[in-house]
T-cell receptor
Framework: AQSVTQLDSQVPVFEEAPVELRCNYS??????LFWYVQYPNQGLQLLLK??????LVESINGFEAEFNKSQTSFHLRKPSVHISDTAEYFCAVSPGNTGKLIFGQGTTLQVKP | NAGVTQTPKFRILKIGQSMTLQCTQD?????MYWYRQDPGMGLKLIYYSVGAGITDKGEVPNGYNVSRSTTEDFPLRLELAAPSQTSVYFCASRGRAGTGELFFGEGSRLTVL
């Protein structure tokens, strides 16, 4: 069975500091990997995804994530966060072409001024 | 473009009552999903569908039923509501398995008293 573990439930950080949100997964088949973001009282939105090719993927608002197959990880990073990045972030895996999409527990990023 | 529409947005039920959460999408997506979101638990997959007439159980299907008679609609039925079903429910859809981006509705907040 596939599973996703987000290692930190809450990450407090000061504005303009770097941040890393950790995600590990387990799967016996090839997976596609996603990060979604949820702003307060809203649904989830896609932040970035890894499908194939370059293991480093980037979003339009400065986030990046690196797929590490040997460590089965897909950590999300940003070199300098803003107050507006305060949100809950979810890592998700899609095993092959099964149709399923499995989410982690979520990490709340709290950016302080 | 409406995307994924869920109704109702809020509902309070008494223990033992039944109700249906409605979900419709206008993107002609084959894949549709129901998740529930509880604090600190991330999103748990309840049921999903890979096309009209085809549904399958997710991680937490007990107490719920679904149907998929058309491509557009994927209602979630709660029979004999229990306090454990108090949660925020999200419907989502995507056009492709595996690599496809998930599009979410705004959520339905259900309280069972």
């Amino acid at each position: 069975a596939q599973s996703v573990t987000q290692l930190d439930s809450q990450v407090p950080v000061f504005e303009e500091a770097p941040v890393e949100l950790r995600c590990n997964y387990s799967s016996s088949v090839s997976v596609y990997l996603f990060w979604y973001v949820q702003y307060p009282n809203q649904g989830l939105q896609l932040l970035l995804k890894y499908l194939s090719g370059s293991t480093l993927v980037e979003s339009i608002n400065g986030f990046e994530a690196e797929f590490n197959k040997s460590q089965t990880s897909f950590h999300l990073r940003k070199p300098s966060v803003h107050i507006s990045d305060t949100a809950e972030y979810f890592c998700a895996v899609s095993p092959g072409n099964t149709g399923k999409l499995i989410f982690g527990q979520g990490t709340t990023l709290q950016v302080k001024p | 473009n409406a995307g994924v529409t869920q109704t109702p947005k809020f509902r309070i039920l008494k223990i033992g009552q039944s109700m249906t959460l409605q979900c419709t999408q206008d993107m002609n997506h084959n894949y549709m999903y129901w998740y529930r979101q509880d604090p600190g638990m991330g999103l748990k997959l309840i049921y999903y569908s890979v096309g009209a007439g085809i549904t399958d159980k997710g991680e937490v299907p007990n107490g719920y039923n679904v149907s998929r008679s058309t491509t557009e609609d994927f209602p979630l039925r709660l029979e004999l509501a229990a306090p454990s079903q108090t949660s925020v429910y999200f419907c989502a859809s995507r056009g492709r398995a595996g690599t496809g981006e998930l599009f979410f509705g705004e959520g339905s907040r259900l309280t069972v008293l």
